[in-house]
């Protein structure tokens, strides 16, 4: 049996469906922020129970957007190490100052206790990033910390499509969330991004921002420094029909991740990143910690080679304050607990048309090749 990283699920009848309508789309001559923009828009919103959803070209440019429009130019912005580069590179293009902070072990995410040691007269807001889709339990006490020091909290909620706590969605718990569509998400557009929030100046500045700053979509007057932030018509098509089976995909998810939750309680060396009663995770990303005494790189290549198992990207294996390119940001900075989950943490492959038969398969597989190499390791 081969199992990939990762499959992105389209139905016949979805692309067939898609494939009818960019005709539409191609003869109308509204290539962008048209008719299919606004419903995606609208279902998105009301699937994650937000008041406002805007859509834009990337998750990367939905952080940047909301970044500008709470103003972090020259000032600092809190962001987790253990996070992908676009969470720093969207304050960097906002102007603002890149702080790194280490993270929570049990969630992989900020903390307020992580974070009020980094918390200044200078900072701007606070990202909280979602890692693997699951939003921390803590994320209550990390928004009243903020409040009581004025600071927005803005959520990197690229990886929680669907994922809620204590029954609230995603993108409810800062200001604003960004929300990403890139191919490997649980809903995608191929690329794209959304920004969902409550606040209706983040909605209007938003909807400035993504069309070069604009005032009007048909003038020509611009009151900001924008971009060519926008998502076209057959991205949000793709989209919206994706958006349709977000439930359908978690409901597979919840069911695939008890196996590996079951499967790993008998691999040693193998934890999996415990997903607390409150929260209701996308399983976006399986997560599980290896025991120092594996080789994160001769598992994988183990399982891929002599199994047919590939596991998907880690989140992340470099954390940001050990990356080349904000070395000057994180000169001399020690987070060791951002260093220790991003060296040993893996992700177990999870899609949305995943059947029980390979998710077992990945776990007999995962144990025969941890045995393997302690054998080897022993020999």
Known sequence: MQVPA??????????????????????SGSLTL???????????????RAPHAVAVSSGTA????????????????????????????????????????????ATLALSAATVE???????AAVVLVHI?????????ELRRLCD??????????????GSTFDGRHAGSFGVAAAFSFYPTKVVTCGEGGMIVTADEQIRDDAVVYRD???????????????????????HALVGKVHLRHLDEFLAVRARIAPLYDTGLAEIPDVDPIPVPAACTSNYYKYVALLSPALDRSMLKKELKEHYGVSLSGEVYEMPLHQQPVLAEEAAQLSLPVAEDVCARQICLPLHSDMTEDEARYVVTSLGAATTDLADRAES
Not at 132 to 140: C, Q, R, T
Not at 148 to 161: I, K, M, S, Y
Not at 213 to 219: P, S, V, Y
């Open 148 to 161: 009581r020091r004025g600071v927005p909290l803005v959520e990197d909620a690229a990886h929680a499509h």
């Open 6 to 27: 990762a499959r992105i699920v389209f139905s016949q009848q979805d692309q067939q469906e898609i494939h009818e309508q960019m005709a539409g789309i191609l003869s």
């Open 117 to 123: 040691a980094s918390l200044t007269s200078n900072t």
């Open 34 to 48: 048209g008719r299919h923009t606004r419903e995606f828009e609208d279902t998105f919103a009301a699937a994650h």
């Open 132 to 140: 693997g889709g699951l939003i921390p339990p803590n994320v209550d």
């Open 62 to 105: 939905a952080l940047e957007i909301i970044l500008r429009s709470v103003g972090v130019a020259g000032r600092d912005v809190i962001v987790p190490s253990n996070t992908f580069y676009a969470t720093a590179a969207a304050v960097t293009h906002a102007g603002g100052r890149v702080v790194l902070a280490d993270v929570d072990r």
């Open 212 to 234: 070069q700053g604009k005032a009007g979509f048909l003038g020509n007057v611009h009151i900001k420094p924008g971009y060519a932030w926008r998502m076209s018509e057959i």
